[in-house]
């Protein structure tokens, strides 16, 4: 059976909404720049990680390139799941936006629980459809942090410019993520917005 994690990712998503507008970093300005500044960085290399994979995967996650093959190169021999990796790298970029190191940690441990579970049910089917060869590819690629030991990549694939084009909007979601948080956090700094708690 097959996790749906869009119920538990519109409540984390909630959550953190109402952690954005009522808290404030505790730490100096420069700590909590510096936080921020590693933070945009994250969600540029999560954003550009995802195009990567994109490249390799989109449209073919669940049925391969041919309905009896999956995709095992490219940004996929780096780990199984590029995706969610590189999601979660800027993710937690945009977490950091709010230079809170309580905030990063609280939602990368709770990003990890939601995906785990998503993964191994992604994992369990994929094995029932591919079979043998998929079972192969378990024990030989790491499941999120990459191995750069393994990777490989033929000289031309397939690439379905509808997905591609469908994550470059995506992308534009993420920045516009960031633009909105640092608004929140230049409304606070001039007490438009109350701040409720300061957290570390």
Not at 10 to 16: A, I, K, P, R, S
Request: charged share 20%; aromatic share 18%.
């Amino acid at each position: 059976m097959r996790l749906n994690r869009f119920p538990l990712q519109y409540v984390f998503g909630v959550l953190c909404i109402m952690w954005l507008f009522v808290s404030s970093s505790a730490y100096s300005g420069f700590v909590a720049n510096f936080i921020r500044g590693v933070g945009v960085a994250f969600v540029i290399v999560g954003v550009y990680g995802r195009l990567y994979a994109t490249i390799f995967i989109g449209g073919m996650k669940n049925e391969g390139v041919d309905g009896k093959s999956f995709i095992d190169y490219g940004a996929y021999s780096l780990c199984r799941n590029p995706l969610y990796l590189f999601s979660f790298i800027a993710f937690v970029g945009v977490l950091a936006l709010k230079g809170q190191i309580a905030l990063i940690i609280i939602g990368a441990l709770i990003y990890l629980w939601i995906y785990r579970m998503t993964i191994l049910s992604e994992e369990e089917f994929l094995e029932s459809k591919f079979g043998e060869p998929y079972k192969q590819f378990l024990q030989k690629t790491s499941r999120f942090f990459p191995r750069l030991k393994g990777f490989h990549c033929p000289e031309k694939i397939e690439v379905r410019p509808e997905f591609l084009h469908k994550e470059i909007r995506r992308a534009l979601n993420w920045f516009l993520g960031v633009v909105a948080i640092l608004a929140i956090e230049v409304l606070q700094y001039y007490e438009i917005l109350p701040v409720f708690w300061r957290i570390y």
